[in-house]
């Protein structure tokens, strides 16, 4: 029997016996126990137990059951599993305006609140993205989109408490901004703040991301708008965030006026 099948007997055991395994990690019970307090049949239990025991989940020990080590880790990743699948479902309108290939980890769903726009309050999920900036300390951020109405709104938000903010822009976009009087405007505003750094650079995916030091967050853009939000405040979430950002920023170009003003003059 190889790795696979040896990992899929293990994940159909945790998900028919979860009861029997999480009373076990409560407390070590005998037989007896097991069946009252899950309401089932001696024979059951017999059967249950044997199949715990066979798998290297439980073992006796002074008349009583109780995991083992591999029980209690097994029934962890099992509930990492749980968790995970919990946060794609919380998540599922928000994942379906994302490509099929969109890089997102599902890490960044576990434990996420998620907004989505609704017609009748088009921008309620952006403010979402302005209530996490507005008291951080500092602000990584990935813009592979934006809405130009948004721009200014956006950076006196983050630096009106001195908040430190670095900015990756995909290429793509920083020449469309460039190229436009208003945003033209902002982003030179920006360079010249001192708590503002903007890079540009190739951004291989389409969603928004912002980290601060107590959450991450992910913005999805629609053909007419900001489509949702997800917030994390976990340690796992931000961390893949700031890997996300880290390694766009490793990569990209640094933006001074002077190379602003490049591109408007080569436009």
């Known amino acids: 029997m190889n790795g696979d099948e040896t990992s899929a007997q293990l994940s159909h055991l945790l998900v028919r016996r979860s009861s029997f395994i999480r009373a076990l990690a409560e407390r070590p019970r005998d037989k007896r126990g097991l069946a009252d307090d899950l309401d089932t049949s001696r024979s059951t239990v017999d059967r249950v137990v044997r199949e715990l025991l ?14 083992t080590c591999v029980g209690r880790c097994a029934l962890g990743a099992y509930d990492e599993c749980l968790d995970s699948l919990r946060g794609v479902r919380a998540a599922r309108d928000l994942l379906s305006m994302l490509p099929a290939d969109a890089p997102l980890d599902p890490a960044f769903l576990t434990g996420a609140t ?9 921008d309620s999920a952006i403010q979402e993205l302005f209530s996490s900036i507005e008291d951080a300390e500092r602000v990584y951020g990935v813009a592979p989109v934006a809405l130009v109405g948004q ?12 908040t430190v903010v670095e900015m990756v822009i995909a290429d793509e976009l920083f020449d469309r901004l460039a190229a436009a009087p208003d945003s ?17 650079g190739e951004v291989p995916f389409r969603f928004g991301l912002w980290v601060t030091e107590a959450e ?30 880290e390694a766009l920023r490793e990569n990209a170009d640094r933006l001074t006026l002077d190379s602003l003003d490049e591109v408007t003059d080569d436009g």
């Open 114 to 122: 998620v907004h989505t726009s609704t017609p009748d309050i088009p």
């Open 151 to 162: 721009l200014r709104p956006f950076y006196e938000t983050a630096t009106e408490g001195g």
């Open 54 to 67: 066979d798998a290297g989940l439980a073992e006796r020990a002074e008349g009583r059951y109780r995991l």
């Open 216 to 245: 991450a967050g992910l913005v999805v853009y629609t053909d007419t708008g900001v489509g949702g939000v997800a917030r994390n405040d976990t340690e796992a979430a931000v961390q893949w965030a700031t890997a996300q950002f």
């Open 184 to 200: 033209h405007a902002v982003i030179a505003d920006q360079l010249r703040h001192d708590s503002v750094t903007l890079y540009r």
